[in-house]
């Protein structure tokens, strides 16, 4: 909505009634949010212009509180400083996407919001950062298997882009949360095979066995033994080591991290051990299939 004040009289300082009492009265009277921009010209030839600074100075209201009549003057003396993008916040995404844990996964990008709302950083740095952020957390989810419309994320980013308030902004997030799902995985299992899978999916760098799986689902280590190998084709500890060798494959093509590094994230003690089990079910050593891999080099 603009409201156009014409022939006013100098002697009133109208951008301070209008903060002190029509901005103060909007966000008393009405929750959500509420962007309030101050433009001023002398012609009123300049008006259609006039509006469209308006409307570019809105973005603005991403580094300020709630009720604050945005104006030039105010956006020309912001001294920014350099946007820190947060690196250690992308590397922590890629490990939760890779541990399949979504509450890790929203708790990052909740963080991403916070590092940027924390310093003066240009709210084009700062929609720039969140979007560079998403489109990573996207393409981790793509290399470790996951499925992903990339139309769909194209105009989440696009929203993020043209974004002028923080809502804005995380609820283009969480329609890329939504879109990072792992509950059609195992959907062509049983419930109990479902279940023994996901604790598969948690616990398989602990060494999880097939009694203390059975022990978490109530029942014995012979039934779920037969259903296991009846439903997926393997028994529970072939399972845990197919699992294991997968996220392997997944580090080794996505990550530059070394082979001890890799076992430890996997649940291996002995790099060297784990070399040897990867080379018994793949027909080559990690180092090889990094090599052959078109993952990082």
């Known amino acids: 909505m603009y409201l156009i004040i014409y022939r006013v009289r100098e002697a009133r300082n109208w951008k301070e009634y209008f903060q002190k009492n029509v901005v103060t009265g909007l966000c008393r009277n009405f929750p959500g949010t509420i962007i309030c921009v101050w433009i001023e010209t002398k012609q009123l030839i300049k008006l259609a212009d006039a509006m469209i600074q308006a409307g570019s100075l809105m973005e ?68 720039y950062s969140i979007i560079r952020f998403c489109m990573a957390a996207g393409l981790n989810y793509r290399n470790y298997g996951g499925e992903i419309d990339e139309t769909k994320i194209l105009s989440l980013m696009q929203q993020i882009t043209y974004a002028i308030s923080w809502k804005q902004i995380e609820k283009a997030i969480q329609g890329l949360e939504r879109m990072i799902s792992y509950e059609h ?52 500890t072939e399972t845990v080591r197919k699992y294991r060798i997968e996220k392997i494959k997944e580090l080794l093509r996505t990550t530059k991290y070394k082979m001890n590094q890799i076992a430890g994230l996997v649940g291996y003690s002995d790099p060297k051990y784990m070399s040897k089990v990867f080379k018994e079910e793949e027909g080559i050593l990690p180092t090889e299939y990094r090599r052959n891999s078109n993952g990082i080099s």
Do not use: H
């Open 60 to 127: 603005w209201n991403l580094l300020q509180p709630r009720g604050v009549l945005i104006c030039q003057q105010t956006v020309e003396k912001f001294e920014a400083v350099p946007v820190r993008y947060p690196v250690e916040l992308e590397q922590r995404m890629r490990e939760m996407i890779f541990d399949e844990n979504k509450k890790g996964i929203a708790r990052q990008f909740q963080l991403v919001c916070e590092e940027m709302k924390r310093e003066k950083y240009f709210p084009k740095e700062i929609k």
């Open 185 to 236: 995985k195992f959907e062509q299992y049983s419930t109990l095979i479902q279940k023994a899978m996901e604790i598969i999916r948690k616990e398989y760098d602990s060494g999880i066995t097939l009694e203390e799986a059975a022990s978490q689902l109530y029942v014995s280590e012979e039934y779920l033994s037969s259903q296991f190998k009846k439903e997926t084709g393997y028994n529970f």
